[in-house]
């Protein structure tokens, strides 16, 4: 699942790299077809361009690669003020060595401030705060670890609790060859859970696939064939939420990058984290985009399709709105609908063996439907529906008009986006509540 305040398409990732762009801003959106050969070309392209690392087991690599560069820096420094006749060569670029000192010293400052204070954070996140504690186990268990932390008195207790508690308030404490260490002993640890997380995804997805191309051969998956080649470019990784912008804890959908990461700190059955994510990424959706000219300092200027989703299966996710007035009007929608749908998806394939994360969400999609006399497929046919852009305009998303036109019917024009603004304002159980007690269908 995708973070609301990040963007769905490229440019929200542009300008921070080699790309710079666009230049020729002012182009126009249009509609787009998913089963488009550019905008095929655009995920492909988009993928290579965004591929991107996050989180502590990469802070650590390059933590240890400035500390590295740093104290080999200094060391030639020592010999060059030392004499040493070795270095004669070098003593004319002094000058450029004590510049680049002092910038990997700034670097480095930055990069531990910004370690303490993401952590610090988490830490103090009633949910994330899962990902400090499973760090905080690492360095518990690790005897070498925990008696350096206990040497810079950060840490005094045995009990593992308190112990934990220690580590927070003294967090910011901590010297940099003990965060070094614990980056590196982190970094092993996620090494391995990689590298057997990459052993089930290679035997598990190519299972998962069949089964979805039989589902759909005999009926039972309302999923266009053309849609299982996704699967094919889709990337998907374990990453350390350490450091990392997720909204959930157990992983998300990033379809800007066409990529799935799931946690390292996954909780739950991973398989059913993968294919609830995986069902994201074979969802239905509506998409405008333009083609625009960026500059690469690389390769000089390309040409690639901006794809804005503004809808992904029964989520909207509309373009930002260009005044405040309009703010209401652009509001995300339906985010609970659809996680309803998707883990309703997954357990269709899983059956008893799924874990389920969205089980109210799926309790009030049934409500619903109940209430309303609607077949559940059809929920799941409108989830699975691309808008397409070589037909007549009612022909375009026709399961998602026939499940609005019902459920207006049923329950009056409106009623979805009054359901859903008091889902986001009270909670989905108070939802359920309400639509059990007052929401009749008409």
Do not use: C
Not at 295 to 321: C, K, S, T, W, Y
């Amino acid at each position: 699942m995708r973070r609301l305040n990040e963007p769905s398409h490229i440019l929200g990732h542009l300008d921070s790299g080699p790309v710079r762009g666009p230049v020729n801003p002012e182009e126009p959106y249009k509609k787009v077809d998913a089963a488009s050969q550019e905008y095929k070309e655009s995920q492909e392209l988009s993928s290579e361009i965004l591929k991107d690392q996050h989180g502590l087991e990469v802070f650590g690599g390059r933590l240890f690669e400035r500390v590295s560069r740093l104290d080999s820096s200094l060391a030639i420094a020592e010999q060059i003020q030392a004499g040493n006749p070795a270095y004669s060569l070098i003593r004319a670029e002094r000058e450029e060595l004590d510049k680049s000192i002092e910038s990997d010293k700034i670097y480095l400052s930055e990069d531990i401030q910004e370690m303490r204070d993401v952590i610090t954070d988490l830490s103090k996140d009633q949910t994330k705060s899962v990902f400090v504690k499973k760090l905080f186990e690492e360095i518990f268990t690790n005897s070498a670890l925990l008696l350096i932390l206990k040497n810079e008195k950060i840490v005094s207790s045995d009990d593992k609790e308190q112990a934990y508690g220690e580590f927070i308030q003294n967090f910011s404490l901590i010297s940099l060859e003990a965060l070094v260490a614990i980056a590196g002993n982190h970094l092993d640890i996620f090494n391995k859970k990689s590298a057997e997380f990459n052993k089930v995804i290679a035997t598990f997805v190519p299972q998962l696939r069949a089964y979805l191309s039989q589902a759909i051969e005999k009926g039972v998956l309302p999923l266009e064939p053309e849609v299982l080649p996704r699967l094919d470019s889709l990337s998907i990784k374990m990453r350390d939420p350490l450091l990392s912008a997720f909204e959930e804890i157990n992983g998300e959908f990033r379809i800007w990058a066409n990529e799935i990461v799931i946690s390292e700190y996954t909780v739950g059955d991973l398989k059913s984290n993968i294919v609830h994510e995986i069902f994201h990424a074979l969802s239905g959706r509506t998409i405008v985009g333009r083609n625009l000219t960026f500059e690469d300092i690389r390769i000089g200027e390309f040409e690639m399709l901006d794809a804005n989703h503004q809808r992904i299966g029964l989520r909207f996710v509309p373009m930002e709105p260009n005044s405040p007035a309009l703010a209401e009007k652009y509001t995300p929608r339906f985010r609970w609908l659809n996680e309803a749908l998707t883990d309703y998806l997954m357990q269709r394939v899983l059956g008893a063996n799924a874990s389920m994360s969205y089980n109210s969400e799926i309790r009030l999609f049934r409500l619903l439907a109940e209430k309303a006399q609607i077949p559940e497929n059809l929920f799941v046919e409108a989830y699975f529906e691309n808008y397409k852009t070589d037909v007549p305009r009612d022909e375009r998303i026709p399961k998602w008009k026939e499940l609005w036109e019902r459920l207006n019917k049923a329950f009056g024009s409106g009623f979805m986006v009054r359901l859903d603004q008091l889902v986001e304002e009270s909670g989905i159980e108070e939802a359920i509540k309400e639509v059990e007690e007052n929401f009749l269908p008409s």
